[in-house]
């Protein structure tokens, strides 16, 4: 495969736009699930049409600098923070069991919490969703093409995609897609346990 002519890297200190970009999408998506905001409270909030917020998020477009600023100011952020990179002291990441910054969600029913590093995200997010008895994660349609995979690490389940239903156990896996109405119903006596991929075309 021919590789094209790549032109010198930058100096040290200095940043390319794409990755400035990259840092933007992945800070806007970090910073609004760690308020627990869909992306329509952050459109609500900002002024932003969801698409354009969405657009950003997944690196398909770059935002003025007043869209920006915009949503600085809904996230009570200042537009240097929001153009920070992630840390580069390390290539690993981790993400501690007991940090909260990464709880999705947390009610009586379900509890969702995100397993990979928001901000360096791209199209692809891991979680663990837990579901107490008679408690679902009810979604509704994703963007077109998107697919979620899910493995059952404890209890018994039923994943519903439209019209369609499958009963899964433990060890079980699924996949199916989620670009319509989808949901992960616990559907035993104890709590379930899921470990859930989507992953955004």
């Not at 060890?171 to 989620?178: E, K, L, Q, V």
Request: a positive charge; charged letters at 25%.
């Amino acid at each position: 495969m021919s590789r094209k002519k790549t032109s010198a890297p930058p100096a040290a200190g200095h940043e390319t736009v794409d990755t400035i970009t990259r840092n933007l999408g992945g800070r806007i998506r970090e910073l609004r699930n760690r308020r627990g905001w869909s992306l329509e409270e952050l459109a609500k909030s900002s002024g932003v049409s969801r698409s354009m917020l969405s657009q950003i998020e997944r690196q398909r477009t770059n935002p003025t600098l007043n869209v920006a600023l915009r949503i600085a100011r809904a996230l009570e952020v200042e537009l240097g923070e929001l153009l920070q990179a992630p840390g580069v002291s390390s290539r690993i990441t981790v993400i501690r069991a007991g940090d909260r910054a990464y709880l999705y969600r947390s009610d009586r029913y379900c509890a969702i919490r995100t397993l990979s590093p928001l901000n360096l995200e791209k199209d692809v997010e891991l979680y663990e969703v837990r579901l107490q008895p008679g408690g679902a994660l009810r979604s509704s349609a994703h963007y077109e093409g998107t697919r979620e995979f899910l493995t059952v690490a404890r209890g018994h389940v039923r994943v519903e995609s439209a019209a369609d239903r499958e009963e899964l156990e433990v060890g079980d896996s699924a996949s199916y897609r989620a670009d319509v109405p989808h949901a992960i119903i616990n559907r035993g006596p104890s709590e379930a346990v899921v470990f859930l991929v989507v992953i955004y075309q």
